[in-house]
């Protein structure tokens, strides 16, 4: 459980340092792609500072609570879908007013470092997640690969948007990184709904 507890705060650290830097530097630039990754990146912080809770809560009491897991789900799941959506209307609208801009340097450098920092984040907190059987941090573990093909998303619409000089990459890049994260939050709500009533029927 302290390996779970470690890696939690290690996640909330760096998602709400960088996070915070990406939506700066977003809005500083008006780049609409780094607003969202940003932004998706802080509600994972939020489920990250949940978890760390929770774990901390579980290490005092010597046992995990069902509930406090439920509601670390919750936060994210709900943070994601609001999120995405405000993503993908935000990049509708830039693409019917043809509105881009190209991206700075230190957004391109953060996406990249974003990128090797949440694969590692993503495997260790899968690794752990199923020695201590929980499935809060097992979903924070693929939170964290959204993020990391996210980011991917993000360097691939700032390339474009530099190098090829495709204007419109910035907001497109900013609907898919916004429709990735609805389709996470709605399909794991799904799974645990369907999950719930299983327990029930029996």
């Known amino acids: 459980m302290n390996a779970a507890l470690l890696v939690s705060v290690q996640s909330a650290v760096w998602t709400v340092a960088s996070s915070s830097v990406a939506v700066w530097l977003g809005i500083h630039s008006r780049t609409a ?9 802080l509600v994972d912080a939020v489920g990250s500072i949940a978890l760390v809770y929770y774990f901390r809560h579980g290490l005092r009491h010597d046992r995990l609570s069902e509930s406090l897991e439920a509601l670390a789900h919750r936060i ?26 190209e ?12 990128l090797v920092v949440l694969v590692l984040l993503s495997n260790r907190k899968r690794s752990i997640a199923r020695r201590v059987s929980s499935n809060a941090l097992l979903s924070d573990g693929h939170l964290s690969g959204i993020g990391a093909m996210q980011a991917v998303v993000t360097l691939a619409g700032t390339a474009a948007t530099r190098w090829l000089g495709w204007h419109w990459a910035d907001a497109t890049a900013t609907i898919v990184v916004g429709c990735v994260a609805v389709t996470l939050a709605v399909t794991t709500w799904n799974s645990e709904l369907r999950q719930r009533h299983g327990r029930d029927r029996r």
């Not at 792609?33 to 990146?41: C, K, R, T, W």
């Not at 994210?76 to 801009?101: H, K, P, T």
């Not at 991206?103 to 974003?114: C, N, Q, T």
Request: hydrophobic share 60%; charged share 10%; with cysteine.
């Open 103 to 114: 991206p700075p340097d230190a957004g391109v450098v953060l996406a990249a470092a974003s």
């Open 76 to 101: 994210v799941l709900v943070g994601l879908l609001l999120v995405g959506c405000a993503a993908v209307i935000g990049g509708i609208a830039r693409l019917a007013n043809e509105q881009s801009r």
């Open 33 to 41: 792609v780094l607003v969202a990754f940003g932004a998706i990146g």
